[in-house]
């Protein structure tokens, strides 16, 4: 003789079956929503940068660093610009809310969602580019870094010592590399210079310092 069960047993059973079930669903959705925005992100990018060398086909030409996230670790840059006088090794930063960031160091970016915002969130996947040497056995470009923060921030730091910050503009140089939002870039893509020329010793940024 079976032994009988509940009803309410069945249901209930049921509806936890539902629940995990939409549940597993939901997830599935996020990753694919959040795969698309990210595709997106870089076909973007891309986009962008494929009018620099519009610009000048001849001596210009990009090329989208392809991996399989399968089988080789993901590499330090995205895309490499070639311009006339230079190479750029670049490196797209996701900010999608659009909080400030703020150099702490040559590999520790915070990503702060007000000035007084203490929490250690920090930008990931940065450090490989910041720590790598570039190749300079190409041609006579100048090879640079370049970090493209997408879409924007609401501000762009970096501290100059413990207790003061300054502002970071597209000609900054932080630790040899430099960082331009996406919302700027779009704006003026003469912010990436195409032609080398070299630093007059004199010529000094002039930045604006926040003491804190």
Sequence with gaps: MFLEIPVGVFIFIGV???????FIGLIILLKYIDKKRIKKMFSNVQELLNRIVIQDRDNSE???????AKKVQKPAYDFILVTKGYRYYIKVVDNRSGYEICVNNS???QIRKSFNDTSM???PNIEELMRMELPNQYDERQPKKLYIVYPGARSLLRYINEC???????????YGTNI???NDLNE???????????????DKNTQLSLKI
């Excluded at 990009?62 to 399989?68: R, S, T, V």
């Design 180 to 182: 331009i939002t996406y």
């Design 62 to 68: 990009l090329i989208k660093i392809e991996y399989d």
């Design 188 to 202: 003026n893509i003469d912010f990436i210079p195409r032609n080398y020329k070299k630093k007059d010793k004199d």
């Design 107 to 109: 590999v520790k970016w």
């Design 164 to 174: 003061e910050m300054e502002f970071v503009h597209p000609t900054t140089d932080v």
């Design 16 to 22: 936890v079956l539902f629940i995990i079930a939409a």
């Design 121 to 123: 969130n920090f930008v």
